[in-house]
C-alpha cells in the first residue's frame, strides 16, 4: 500500500507562484501515474495534471497547461507541483494521488487512483 504526504500549499496573492510536493512511501512500485486533483467547496474533483512515472511522461488540464508543471525525483520518491501565475479560481484544496494505470483516457478519472494523500490547501486572492 502507498502512502502519500502533500506539503507545500499556502496563501498566495494572483499571479504567485507555489511548489506543491508529494512524498509516497511503502509499495511505490505500483505507482506508474501520480496525479494531482483538486477540489473547490462546492464542485467536483478535478484533475491538473499526472505524470507517467516509468518515462516522464505528463499530461495536463487546459486550464493549467504554461502556468503549472508536474516533474518528479524518482530518488526521493517524490512528485512535484509547480503552479505558476495562479489565479483565484485556483483556489481548491490539491490532492496527491497514485495509480497504476496513466493513459490519455484516464489520467483525470478519480477512480482511477487507488491512493490518496490529506490534500494541502491554496488559497489565492485578487
Known amino acids: 500500500q502507498v502512502q502519500l504526504v502533500e506539503s507545500g500549499g499556502g496563501s498566495v496573492q494572483a499571479g504567485g507562484s507555489l511548489r506543491l510536493s508529494c512524498a509516497a512511501s511503502g509499495y511505490t512500485d505500483s505507482s506508474a501515474c501520480m496525479g494531482w486533483f483538486r477540489q473547490a467547496p462546492g464542485k467536483e474533483r478535478e484533475g491538473v495534471a499526472a505524470?507517467?512515472?516509468?518515462?516522464?511522461?505528463?499530461y495536463y488540464a487546459d486550464s493549467v497547461k504554461g502556468r503549472f508543471t508536474i516533474s518528479q525525483d524518482n530518488a526521493k520518491n517524490t512528485v512535484y507541483l509547480q503552479m505558476n501565475s495562479l489565479k483565484p479560481e485556483n483556489t481548491a484544496m490539491y490532492y496527491c494521488?497514485?495509480?497504476?494505470?496513466?493513459?490519455?483516457?484516464?489520467?483525470?478519472?478519480?477512480?482511477?487512483?487507488?491512493?490518496w494523500g490529506q490534500g494541502t490547501q491554496v488559497t489565492v486572492s485578487s
Open positions: 505524470i507517467y512515472t516509468r518515462n516522464g511522461f505528463t
Open positions: 494521488a497514485a495509480g497504476s494505470a496513466c493513459f490519455r483516457s484516464l489520467w483525470s478519472t478519480p477512480e482511477n487512483f487507488g491512493a
